[in-house]
């Protein structure tokens, strides 16, 4: 079974400074999609980034890219000009590329951004 | 496009009461999810169907939870009888088969068992 580990349970950055969390997983597939989800304290999740796994380049999103290392099963996320609007728990996801489709997520990093 | 619907937003019951939570996904996605998250941890997939058909209840405690999506588009989450460890907030999430992988959440259920 597919694990995703998220080692840093809280973390803070200044406004306007750059943030990194991380993020490791384990898996015996080759092919399969990371995500990193952001949950506001209202609670809805939302996609903040995606990476497919046969895509060597790094995905960017604006202010936010990721440094996927597949070897290493390593996928940490760069948050650049943190703003007060970033603070939220953020989620590192698995999911499979075909098969049951589940999204298997890490324990969470929150996140807070000091003014 | 109207989002993920859940409802209620809110509940407060006793041990050993029953409840339900409803869900109705984006309209056209044919996979739903309802995933249990208790404070401080990430969300745990209860069960996974597929148009009406179960795809993974693996961790389902099916002793006191069931689901149903009937007509395969809205889903019911029921618990009956309630344990204090129950307590969490009920996700909804909804994705269309195949897709690149995004998943959709709805705000959520929080559940109280006192």
Same mark, same amino acid.
């Given at each position: 079974?597919?694990? /995703?580990?998220?080692?840093?349970?809280?973390?803070? /950055?200044? *406004?306007?400074?750059? /943030?990194?969390?991380?993020?490791?997983?384990?898996?015996?597939?080759?092919?399969?999609?990371?995500?990193?989800?952001?949950?506001?304290?209202?609670?809805?999740?939302?996609?903040?980034?995606?990476? *497919?796994?046969?895509?060597?380049?790094?995905?960017? *999103?604006?202010?936010?890219?990721?440094?996927?290392?597949?070897?290493?099963?390593?996928?940490?996320?760069?948050?650049?000009?943190?703003?007060?609007?970033?603070?939220?728990?953020?989620?590192?996801?698995?999911?499979?590329?075909?098969?049951?489709?589940?999204?298997?997520?890490?324990?969470?990093?929150?996140?807070? /951004?000091?003014? | 496009?109207?989002?993920?619907?859940?409802?209620?937003?809110?509940?407060?019951?006793?041990?050993?009461?029953?409840?339900?939570?409803?869900?109705?996904?984006?309209?056209?996605?044919?996979?739903?999810?309802?995933?249990?998250?208790?404070?401080?941890?990430?969300?745990?997939?209860?069960?996974?169907?597929?148009?009406?058909?179960?795809?993974?209840?693996?961790?389902?405690?099916?002793?006191?939870?069931?689901?149903?999506?009937?007509?395969?588009?809205?889903?019911?989450?029921?618990?009956?009888?309630?344990?204090?460890?129950?307590?969490?907030?009920?996700?909804?999430?909804?994705?269309?088969?195949?897709?690149?992988?995004?998943?959709?959440?709805?705000?959520?259920?929080?559940?109280?068992?006192?």
């Amino acid at each position: 079974a597919q694990t /995703v580990t998220q080692s840093q349970p809280e973390m803070s /950055v200044q *406004e306007a400074e750059t /943030v990194t969390l991380s993020c490791t997983y384990d898996t015996s597939e080759s092919d399969y999609y990371l995500f990193w989800y952001k949950q506001p304290p209202s609670r809805q999740m939302i996609l903040v980034i995606r990476q *497919e796994a046969y895509k060597q380049q790094n995905a960017t *999103e604006n202010r936010f890219s990721v440094n996927f290392q597949k070897a290493a099963k390593s996928f940490s996320l760069k948050i650049s000009d943190s703003q007060l609007g970033d603070a939220a728990m953020y989620f590192c996801a698995y999911r499979s590329r075909g098969g049951s489709e589940k999204l298997v997520f890490g324990k969470g990093t929150k996140l807070t /951004v000091n003014p | 496009e109207a989002g993920v619907a859940q409802s209620p937003r809110y509940k407060i019951i006793e041990k050993r009461q029953s409840v339900a939570f409803w869900c109705n996904p984006i309209s056209g996605h044919a996979t739903l999810y309802w995933y249990q998250q208790i404070l401080g941890q990430g969300p745990k997939l209860l069960i996974q169907f597929q148009n009406n058909g179960v795809v993974d209840d693996s961790q389902l405690p099916k002793d006191r939870f069931s689901a149903e999506r009937l007509k395969g588009v809205d889903s019911t989450l029921k618990i009956q009888p309630a344990k204090l460890e129950d307590s969490a907030v009920y996700l909804c999430a909804s994705s269309l088969s195949g897709s690149a992988g995004e998943l959709f959440f709805g705000e959520g259920s929080r559940l109280t068992v006192l």
